[in-house]
C-alpha cells in the first residue's frame, strides 16, 4: 500500500495524481496542539476521504499542556478519524532542532514523555491511536524510549536504498515515510506499509475451529489442545456468554452468538427505515449488555448478532438485483455506529469494548452484484468501520450430506471474473475479498459455520480428509488473504435439541484430529511451496550455499508465495523445495542480497530480472 501525506505546505495537492500514481490511503495534517490546525485541514480532509484509506495526523506541542492538546485533537476530528488510528506527531520542530544544537534548548524529556504518554491514553479512549517519529526524534526527546513500542508507529527515514527504516530498540516498524515522490512535479511525502507489521490471524498451525451449541465436553476439548501446544484458533458458542470466556484462556479467540428468532436474519431489511434499523441495532446490542457482564465481554473478541440474512432480488427493479444488500450494508454501518456510542460511554468509564461479528451470511450467497453492492455502499464504509472499529466479518460455508468438499470449486459465480482459490460454494468469500483487497478494505473474516459433507458421526478419518482440504487451501493462499482468515468452525459440536443429527463431537473427540493438529503445528500459513526442483539444480544450490541466478530464473522461485526469511541484508530464505517426484526435501537455508526496493515497497529485486514479493517476507 502506498501512502502520502498532506498538509497546506502541498498546495494545490495533486489529487488525481496521487489516485493515477497508485496512492491508496492519504493521511492529512490536521489538529495543531492546543488551538491550531493546518490552515488546509478541512479542503484536504474532504478529499483525502475519496480514496479508500484515509486518516489524520496532528502535531504534540511541546510548551502546551496534554489536556489541551487533546481537546483541541478531539474538537478539531469532531468524531471522524477515517478509516486509520489518529496520529501524533511527536518530534521537535525545525527551530528547536536548531535550538538544541545551539545550546540553548535542554529538551524536557521527562515532561515529554508525561505529555505524550497522557495524549496517547487519552485519546485511546476515544479511537485508535498511532506514533510518528524516527529514531533520532524519539531518543532525543523521550527519558523511556521502549514504552512506545506497544503502540502502532509510523517511523520516518529518508532512504529508500534500505529494506527497514531504523527504529527505537525493540520496535517494529507499522508505516515507513522512505522519502518524497514527484506527482505533477509537486514532491510530497510517501510511506509504505510493513505487510509483516499487519496482524496475521492465525500465522502458523491449523485453522480448524469449533462450533458449540451446548458447552458440553467442548472446555476438556481446548484444554486438551492447549496442553498438547495444539491451540484452537477459534470457539464459538451459541447464547453462553459464560461458557465462551471461559474458553478463551485456552483459545487464540472465542466468540458468542446469541440467537433470536426475530431479529437474526434481518428478515425484510430490503424495506427497512433508518427507524427501523436503529431499533434492530439497540435490540442486538442490548441483548448483549443484558446478558453478558463485563468481565465477560473483556475475554470476548466479538458477539456475532445476525444469522444468515439473504436480501431478496427486487423482481420490479430496473437493475437486475436491485439494492438488497445495500440496505444490509446500511444497517449494519448503522448497528456498527450504535455500538461505538455505546463503546464511547463505556471507555469513558473504564469498561471493556463490545466488538461485533458482522455478515454471518448463509452458505452459497451472496452473488457478485450483491458482493458489490455490499462494498460499494457509501464508498466502502461497511468495510471501512469494521477495520476502524475493530469487527470482524462472518460467513457460513461448506457442502452438504454426500457432497464432496470440492463440489464447485473452483466454479465462476455469475457475473464474477475469475479468481484464484475461490468456489461457488467453499471458498465463496474469496470472491467478496478480491474486491476488498483491490480496494485495501480486507478485514478478518471468520467461518463460523462450516459443513464438510460426507455425513456426521462416526467417520473421523473421512472428516480429517475434509476438512484438511480445506486447511491446506488456507494455509496455501497468498499471505494477504490467508492473514484475515482466523477459523473454519465446524457446525456443530455439542448440539442441542433440533441439531442431534449434526454432530461431529466423534470428529474432534478423535485421534485422528488430534494427529493432524500436532502434524501441521509448525505449519506456516500464507504462503505456497516451491516447485519441484531437479537434485542437480538443487545440489548446485546446497553446495553453494547460495541462490543463484540462473537456478532461481530456471524454476521461477520466490514469485508464488515461496517462504523466506528475513534476517538482514542480505535475506536468509528456507527452503520448502521438492525433488524431482515431489517428495519433500530436509530444510536448508541460504542468502541472498536485497538489491532494491520497489517504489511502492511490494517488491524485493534479489537478481537483475527477479524479484521477491515483500508480503512472502518474514521474520524470524
Known sequence: MKIADVSYFNRPVPWDALRAAGVTCVMVRGPIGAAGADWDFAVNWVQAKTFPRHGIYGDVVRTESAAAQSENFLAGCNGDYGTEPLVLDAEPTRAEWAAMAAGTLVWPKVTYTALMRSMLLGLAAHTRVKIYTSRNAWLTITTDPAWGKDYENWIAHYNSTISAPDVPDGWTWSWWQYG?????GKPIDVSRENVMAMVFENPTGDYIGIHSIEPGNTLKQVQDAAAAGTRIPAVVQLNDAAAAAGYAPYVDSAFCRYYSADDDSLQGVDDWTDDDMSAWSNRRLDAIEHQATDAQIALLRS??????????????????????YSQLAKAFCNLILECEKRNAVRRASGRPEIHLG???LPQGVPEWEEMLQLVDYNDGQLFKFIRQYGHIWVCHEGVYQDDPIDKYYGDLIPGSPPVAGAGAYNFRWMYLFSILLARGLLVPILIAEFYDGGGYPGDPDGHVVRF?????????LPREMAACVIAICGFTCNPGPGWTGANYDDFYLSDQLKAYRQKVRERINGVTNMPNISDADYAALVTANTATAGILAKYKLWRVGDVAIAVANPLQLYDASHNASGAPRPNVTYDINILAVSDDGQWLQVAPALYVRAADVRHK
Not at 484438511?468 to 496455501?476: G, H, K, N, R
Open 180 to 184: 518524497q515522490q514527484l506527482f505533477n
Open 303 to 324: 458477539f456475532l448478532v445476525d444469522n444468515e440474512p439473504d436480501p431478496p432480488e427486487d423482481p420490479i427493479a430496473e437493475e437486475p438485483f436491485g439494492d438488497s
Open 358 to 360: 458482522i455478515g454471518c
Open 468 to 476: 484438511s482440504w480445506y486447511d491446506v487451501l488456507i494455509a496455501a
